[in-house]
């Protein structure tokens, strides 16, 4: 049996069948709180509500309930991606469910697809980016912070059991690093992703798609700016989401008290064919568009003395000139 078939093996028996020795389970408690741990054969597991051996749920199916010495009962799951990465040790911020959800599905991730991704941070996207490419795939992930790589892949390979096939981890600045492999997508996950838009546009392929994960407007007005003076990509598209659960019990339904609002604009576009000249935007600026700054010019269509004209003819038609 190849290496390769080996770790398919291991990561498909990880998240399946009986509970095994070295497991991650999730135990939810009857007031809904979490608590996740590997099993460990002779270890025990504690809280203020009693403990219960980890051998009380080695070879038990998921969805077992098991009951501590306090008397509290604990059903038994292993943790979703979602449960996961909200649970898992941190050295950068995560990038949350919802996001990671909306990148998978905007970039049209498929198995089998090449992916770059730079800006690990702590493993929480690069595990859905592998879940998504499958192990035909390829992630090919770029981190400027060793110490953030090393968490990242602690992460990574907890929560798949193994070393994922598909996985390349590389510790070092995108542009300076980066192979000349052609990629199918490209995630950047980075403080000041438009100084890498020249560089992974030669890796990108004609009809790839380039996905940016900001946190503020500013980022987000530069960032599509940058790609859209490019000239190798049709226009981008910005976005955000939120999410909000509901609370439901009988007819008492309404929405809950909190809910996951802004954690970051999205930033989507589509590598052009090389040599493409594209036809000119229709869409008429914003009056802020304009404003004095080095990096966003004014467009070349912007008559600020022939809009004054023709507001001043619109007034003197109403009759509002004196």
């Keep these: 049996m190849s290496d390769t078939v080996r770790d398919v093996k291991a990561l498909r028996e990880h998240r399946s069948g009986p509970f095994k020795a070295g497991d991650l389970v999730q135990l939810t408690d009857t007031k809904g709180r979490h608590h996740t741990f590997p099993l460990q054969p002779g270890k025990q597991f504690h809280t203020h509500k009693g403990s219960f051996e980890h051998d009380a749920l080695i070879g038990k199916p998921e969805g ?110 995108l542009v300076s690093s980066l192979r000349p492999d052609e990629m199918d997508r490209v995630v950047l996950d980075m403080l000041a992703p ?35 003076e490019h000239g190798r990509f049709a226009e981008p598209t910005a976005w955000e989401s939120m999410v909000r659960t509901w609370h439901v019990e009988g ?33 008429r600026p914003a009056k802020a568009a304009d404003a004095d700054d080095a990096w966003s010019p004014s467009p070349a269509d912007d008559d600020r003395d022939a809009q004054a004209a023709a507001r001043e003819a619109r007034l003197a038609r109403r009759g509002d000139l004196p």
Aim: glycine share 8%.
């Design 194 to 228: 438009w100084e890498c838009v020249d560089s992974v546009a030669k890796v990108l392929v004609p009809g790839g798609v380039l996905i940016c994960y900001v946190a503020t407007t500013t980022q987000l007005s530069r960032t599509v700016e940058t790609i859209r």
């Design 64 to 173: 077992s309930v098991v009951r501590s010495t306090g008397g509290m009962d604990y059903v038994a799951l292993r943790p979703l991606l979602s449960d996961y990465v909200l649970s898992m040790p941190r050295g950068a911020a995560v990038v949350y469910p919802k996001d990671a959800a909306q990148i998978v599905a905007m970039a049209d991730l498929y198995p089998g697809a090449r992916v770059l991704e730079a800006g690990v941070g702590s493993g929480a996207l690069t595990c859905s980016l592998l879940r998504a490419v499958g192990d035909s795939g390829a992630v090919h992930s770029y981190e400027r912070r060793e110490d953030f790589a090393r968490i990242a892949e602690r992460n990574v390979r907890n929560f798949f059991g193994a070393d994922h096939p598909a996985w390349t981890l590389t510790v070092g600045d």
């Design 251 to 283: 007819l008492a339904v309404r929405p809950d008290h909190r809910m996951v609002g802004h954690t970051g604009f999205l930033v989507t576009a589509r590598r052009t064919a090389d040599g493409v000249d594209l036809p000119p935007r229709r869409r």
